[in-house]
């Protein structure tokens, strides 16, 4: 891959990070309006018997994550003013110094989304396996794997001194492995929701006859927008592994990119609230559904299913009754 100069390629990235802000900060207006209506539709209250709901839990995401990726792009444009005004050396030194405070706060607010992102990935899943904690090991473990690097990285760029290479110091295995480690994450979790969704919709068809289309439209919005941050996470990765200096461009929006994912999530869904539409499985206070895969007899009411058996259907027919916990799931 050609080298590209470091000064033009920071500058592009202000303004494509600006772009996407722009669209990001729509996003999350919109999800956080749904979600705050959502929830005082639903009660708006504590309680002693659910003192927490995944409502309330998407709503401090939603925060957590505007104010972080807020705090990105406010530096990024912050430290463009820096290159070309206030840095006596130039603009090409001061991109090329990654040791600078303002660098590794930057940094700092970057790994925050993508944990946030990942930690609410890995939320959804859990929901819609009914809260089972098998599912979820092998994304905690790559979740972690994600934290330490990210640790490491910030404290490598503290340790980085002008003139180093940054594709062939220390920080480059961390830089890697937060990237894999990141992108295994919404691998891991996008295909085990999907297979989770298309096995209940095989079981609705065998019992019910008919095609549930409903579920596959929650499918695919999961995956549609996982596969917005998927994408840009493999760009980083192959101009990174090629030492250009592209890679500044998807490394300083990439958490711009996974915040847009996690907001479109919500504002597609919120939408179906919206509307009324019927929905049928969801992560995260999905529209209401009759559960007949579960229990003909069970009606679920918006946000809330009591599951009270589960059916499985061997290959030859027969049909296996497992008698489960009556505890409410909200999804």
């Known amino acids: 891959?050609?080298?590209v100069?470091?000064?033009?390629?920071?500058?592009?990235?202000v303004c494509i990070e600006s772009f996407f802000y722009g669209i990001f900060f729509v996003l999350s207006t919109v999800s956080l309006y749904l979600l705050v209506k959502r929830y005082w539709e639903l009660g708006g209250r504590l309680s002693s018997s659910q003192p927490w709901t995944p409502t309330m839990t998407f709503i401090v995401a939603n925060v957590a994550i505007f104010l972080s990726t807020t705090i990105h792009w406010i530096l990024v444009v912050i430290?463009?003013?820096?290159?070309?005004?206030t840095y006596p050396q130039g603009p090409l030194l001061f991109y090329a110094d990654i040791a600078q405070l303002s660098e590794v706060v930057l940094s700092g607010a970057l790994i925050f989304t993508l944990?946030?992102?990942?930690?609410?990935?890995?939320?959804?899943?859990?929901?819609i396996w009914g809260y089972s904690k098998h599912v979820v090991i092998i994304p905690l473990c790559t979740f972690m794997g994600l934290l330490v690097c990210g640790i490491a990285v910030l404290y490598q760029e503290t340790r980085f001194h002008m003139g180093q290479n940054i594709f062939i110091t220390d920080l480059d295995r961390w830089l890697t492995s937060d990237a894999v480690f990141?992108?295994?994450?919404?691998?891991?979790?996008?295909?085990?929701?999907?297979?989770?969704?298309?096995?209940i919709r095989r079981i609705s068809t065998q019992i019910e006859g008919h095609r549930n289309n409903n579920l596959m439209s929650v499918l695919a919005i999961i995956v549609e927008s996982s596969a917005i941050y998927t994408v840009w996470a493999i760009f980083f990765l192959v101009t990174y592994e090629a030492g250009s200096n592209l890679q500044f461009?998807?490394?300083?929006?990439?958490?711009?990119?996974?915040?847009?994912?996690?907001?479109?999530?919500n504002v597609r869904v919120g939408m179906g609230w919206e509307q009324k539409a019927p929905q049928a499985i969801s992560t995260f206070a999905a529209a209401p559904f009759t559960s007949k895969i579960l229990n003909p007899s069970v009606t679920v009411q918006p946000t809330t299913v009591y599951i009270s058996q589960a059916i499985e259907c061997d290959d030859d027919g027969s049909r296996t009754t497992t008698q489960r916990s009556s505890k409410p799931l909200e999804v």
């Open 1 to 3: 891959m050609g080298q």
């Open 5 to 13: 100069a470091l000064v033009p390629v920071n500058i592009a990235t």
């Open 79 to 85: 430290r463009i003013f820096m290159a070309f005004v």
């Open 115 to 127: 944990l946030a992102t990942d930690a609410m990935m890995i939320y959804r899943m859990w929901i």
């Open 182 to 199: 990141t992108l295994c994450t919404n691998l891991y979790c996008t295909t085990m929701i999907a297979w989770r969704i298309w096995r």
């Open 249 to 265: 461009l998807p490394n300083e929006t990439i958490c711009i990119v996974s915040g847009i994912s996690f907001m479109l999530i």
